[in-house]
Nanobody, 124 residues
């Protein structure tokens, strides 16, 4: 069982930056594929970014490419999402997700473990 805990959300103005963190339990964090997803009110959960740990490859949704950066610190069992140039359209609950092994997928159903989410609100 893997437990994930996000933090770092908050209320910011447009153009600001935030860094989300996701601390994972488990002894094989370096082998996890980690993803960030978000869900705005009334909308489906959508892919934001993913990090395939063993390959060091990262992927982003077009809507965040060039503004968001996903990274990890294996020594701290922590995944990060650096978010720059935030806009009101980025307002959502952000979730981190994990699955064992190297696996490319932007679909939430591909991930086995989820955090509780952290709210990000961007005002105009």
């Amino acid at each position: 069982q893997v437990r994930l805990a996000e933090s770092g959300g908050g209320l910011v103005q447009a153009g600001a930056s935030l860094r989300l963190s996701c601390v994972a339990s488990g002894r094989t964090f370096s082998a996890y594929t980690m993803g960030w997803f978000r869900q705005a009110p009334g909308k489906e959960r959508e892919f934001v970014a993913l990090d395939i740990g063993t390959t060091w490859r990262t992927y982003y949704a077009d809507s965040v490419k060039g503004r968001f950066t996903i990274s990890r610190d294996n020594a701290k069992n922590t995944e990060y999402l650096q978010m720059n140039s935030l806009t009101p359209e980025d307002t959502a609950v952000y979730y981190c997700a994990a699955r064992d092994g190297s696996y490319y997928s932007t679909f939430p159903r591909a991930y086995d473990y989820w955090g509780q989410g952290t709210q990000v609100t961007v005002s105009s």
